[in-house]
């Protein structure tokens, strides 16, 4: 009866430790065969697609592999301390893992996908520039919207579709982070989420935070161009426009795609290789090898010409 007692213990104490530590169960898919088609269903993370039927990013991401990723996120020197959390990032994420978002190809694939959205995640959150303790690549997700908006983003080009609301404020805020009603009011409409009136849910629910910058990686500034996951997982083929652009399949055109020429076309600068250099290092943290970001050519975008270049009105006749 004692032996019994102390495994009971022991079992309590084991589960206790599982949901202290934030860990989510694993879930045994359900099966159905639709018009030939076999479909999955693994309940709260991922819906009756033929995605779920292999690897869900629960598979292969767990909780203490977010915790080092950004294991600096709630030092009492972050501006968002107890933000960000893995529950939330994967809630945002199964609503897109039918779609392919972790979920494109075999293990190694999707867990490169997932380094390098969390990469750009990383670099654009962080406030590690300037501090030491952990290494400049440990503070992403520091920040959860920008601290000191110049102003409040409003164009009133788009006042017949997206006009600005009375009294809010369209200033940087997100995972990936979004600026200007037109952005707030498109993203919204495809979440099914009114950012247009209350753009700061994006700053107060990290589960929206995440879904925010999930939808930039999986979808195209526009139509006719790639989307980041696209380019990243090999869904994309390029045109001879592309190739004469030096835009090829890789980490460096999910650059091209979120940044443009405020980045990209400008050789090896320092902002294009802070966000390579977090993407590598998370590379490293999920147990993979640098050598899987590719070379040289389909990691950076120094040399690519941007697929949106900024216009510069032509200057006035002297």
């Known amino acids: 009866m004692a032996v019994n007692c102390s495994l009971l213990v022991i079992l309590a104490l084991v589960v206790m430790a599982s949901v202290v530590s934030g860990d989510e169960p ?31 990013i629960t598979d292969y991401f767990e909780t203490y592999q977010f915790e080092n990723l950004f294991s600096k996120r709630n030092s009492p020197v972050a501006h968002a301390v107890g933000f960000w959390d893995f529950h939330s990032f994967i809630l945002a994420a199964a609503q897109f ?13 999707q867990m490169k996908e997932i380094a390098a959205f969390l990469g750009h995640v990383g670099s654009k959150t962080s406030c590690g520039d300037g501090v030491v303790t952990g290494g400049p690549l440990a503070w992403g997700l520091c920040f959860n919207k920008e601290m000191s908006p110049s102003q409040d983003y409003c164009d ?14 369209y200033y940087g805020r997100g995972a990936l982070p979004i600026f200007w009603n037109y952005n707030y009011g498109k993203i919204g409409d495809a979440l099914k989420i009114d950012l247009l009136h209350h753009p700061e849910y994006v700053e107060q629910n990290a589960t929206i935070a995440f879904q925010t910058a999930i939808w930039k990686w999986m979808n195209p500034v526009k139509k006719s161009q790639p989307s ?5 997982v090999g869904n994309w083929k390029p045109t ?27 050789g090896d600068i320092d902002p294009m290789n802070n966000i390579i250099s977090h ?29 949106n270049p900024t216009y510069v009105a032509p200057a006035a006749a002297s």
């Open 240 to 266: 001879k426009n592309d190739t004469l652009s030096k835009r090829v399949p890789g980490f460096g055109t999910t650059m091209n795609i979120l940044y443009g020429d405020s980045i990209c076309g400008k």
């Open 26 to 56: 694993s879930i045994k898919p359900k099966v159905k065969i639709v018009k030939g088609k076999k479909l999955c269903d693994r309940g709260w993370e991922c819906t009756w697609s033929s995605y779920c039927c292999n690897l869900t």
């Open 97 to 109: 893992e039918p779609l392919g978002f972790g979920t494109t190809g075999d293990k190694k694939m």
């Open 279 to 307: 993407y590598l290092y998370y590379l490293d943290l999920m147990g993979l090898s640098r050598d899987e970001a590719g070379t040289h050519e389909t990691l950076s975008c120094a040399e690519q010409i941007p697929f």
């Open 228 to 232: 980041p996951h696209d380019v990243f």
């Open 156 to 169: 009133d080009y788009f006042k017949l579709t997206y006009p600005c609301a009375p009294g809010a404020q």
